[in-house]
């Protein structure tokens, strides 16, 4: 699709960027079939191919601020219709840059900026995050039904093992995971030490800078990335650790990002490229790992009947973001699992972020779809891989909803030290 760059907008690299990647688009609409919005409102510019076109108007000077910024905002940058387009259209690097310049050419209003503030203090800040979570906790008994819903249970981390291999990988933190269920990180270091590997967390690494990036922050999101890639760059270049282990998809396909991010950084650049080659999901550290881990586990341990019989939700952000597919589940059916297949599982729970925070309905209409039809397989468990999506999905069922390695952590837990 040809663009033809607007006058007064030739120097601007959003506008520039945004006209390469356009060239890709033949706009045949393939990409309709599996975009969630689209398939809610059933409006032509609430699918990428209509976005696309808003985007195409926007960099040719055209003046559609607030009709682009309105179906810009109400796509979920889940990148199903990446997965899906046929000639590799990189559209959310595409919305990115459609997005920020939009932000530039048509500012939002007071209100909508301190909404997204307000959004970015409370959930970037792991502190702020934490202390409203335990305040919810204690105070879940007077909150109204919906709220309360809201708000995750109490759950220990459990021990964290002492690091004792040679083999070394960091660990991402992240902002609302810890409070939102602190035994992620803790069950995989505590399964990967089982496999000779020492997962650490690094201090001085915090958010990897998704919250503020999609929320229109962009100068304070890559404020964080280069303090994520001092840290992490400095440990790979000393041996330290040989790769940076991501135990939420979000954050993953973030920090695969930085190096795109940074490319025009001189600075960071090159470290920051060295940070996102180093990136793996905790699924593709384990891969080819379940044969061991079903031995240690051993069959009077396998699940077995109604406990075996779970529902994996795979993120947008593993499976169409990161390109990462079927290695969790091949995990969970190697230990005896037996996830059930369902449909529609390419599209997006409706969490995406703080999506659900800024179109409540949109994303509530998803996650009702999402759920009906994880729930209709009748599961014990519903396994998933990013911690904005087991929350959200937790939201609407009383079924359990955890990440994959809590039940693996949880089998090898129940072994004897000696096994
Ligand atoms: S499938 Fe790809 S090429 Fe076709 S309209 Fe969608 S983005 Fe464009
Ligand atoms: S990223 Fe998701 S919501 Fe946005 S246009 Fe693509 S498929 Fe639709």
Redesign the pocket.
């Known amino acids: 699709m040809y663009t033809a760059i607007a006058p007064h907008l030739a120097d601007v690299p959003e506008a520039q960027e945004a006209a390469d990647l356009l060239r890709a688009c033949v706009h045949c609409g393939f990409?309709l079939a599996?975009?969630?919005?689209?398939q809610v409102t059933g409006d032509e510019l609430?699918?990428?191919r209509g976005?696309i076109y808003l985007m195409k108007s926007l960099v040719e000077g055209a003046d559609p601020g607030l009709r682009t910024q309105y179906h810009l905002d109400?796509?979920?940058?889940?990148?199903?219709?990446?997965s899906?387009c046929p000639s590799g259209v990189r559209?959310?690097r595409l919305?990115e840059a459609g997005r920020s310049l939009l932000e530039k050419r048509f500012p939002r209003g007071l209100a909508a900026r301190v909404k997204r503030a307000v959004i970015r203090g409370g959930l970037a800040q792991s502190a702020v995050f934490g202390a409203a979570v335990k305040l919810g906790q204690l105070t879940r008994p007077l909150l109204p039904a919906g709220l309360a819903a809201s708000v995750p249970p109490e759950r220990a981390a459990g021990t964290w093992p002492a690091p004792r291999h040679a083999r070394r990988m960091a660990v991402l933190d992240g902002c609302v995971q810890p409070a939102i269920d602190p035994g992620i990180n803790a069950a995989a270091a505590r399964v990967l030490d089982q496999l000779g590997i020492s997962l650490v967390r690094m201090p001085r690494v915090g958010c990897c800078g998704a919250l503020p990036h999609h929320t229109g922050d962009t100068p304070g999101a890559l404020a964080m990335v280069r303090a994520n890639v001092d840290v992490w760059a400095q440990a790979l270049d000393s041996g330290a650790i040989e790769a940076i282990v991501m135990t939420a998809s979000g954050c993953g396909s973030e920090v695969r990002e930085y190096g795109h991010l940074l490319r025009h950084d001189s600075a960071y650049a090159s470290r920051a490229a060295q940070v996102s080659a180093a990136t793996r999901d905790l699924s593709e550290v384990l891969q080819g790992l379940g044969p061991q881990l079903a031995e240690r586990i051993g069959t009077a341990r396998r699940p077995a009947g109604e406990a075996a019989r779970i529902a994996y939700h795979p993120p947008?952000s593993l499976q169409?973001g990161q390109k990462v597919r079927g290695h969790a589940e091949q995990l969970l059916r190697d230990i005896g699992f037996e996830p059930q297949p369902f449909a529609d599982s390419h599209l997006?729970c409706g969490s995406a972020g703080s999506y659900s925070l800024l179109q409540p309905a949109l994303s509530k209409t998803l996650q009702t779809r999402k759920l009906e039809h994880l729930l209709g397989t009748r599961p014990s468990c519903i396994a998933t891989a990013n911690i904005g999506c087991q929350a959200h999905l937790q939201s609407g069922t009383s079924v359990p909803v955890r990440h994959w390695i809590n039940l693996i952590d949880g089998l090898l837990a129940a072994t004897p030290a000696s096994a």
């Not at 599996?34 to 689209?38: I, V």
């Not at 109400?74 to 990446?82: F, S, V, Y």
């Open positions: 990409c599996t975009c969630p919005t689209y609430d699918s990428p976005r109400r796509c979920l940058t889940c990148k199903a219709c990446e899906t559209y959310g919305v947008c169409h997006c």
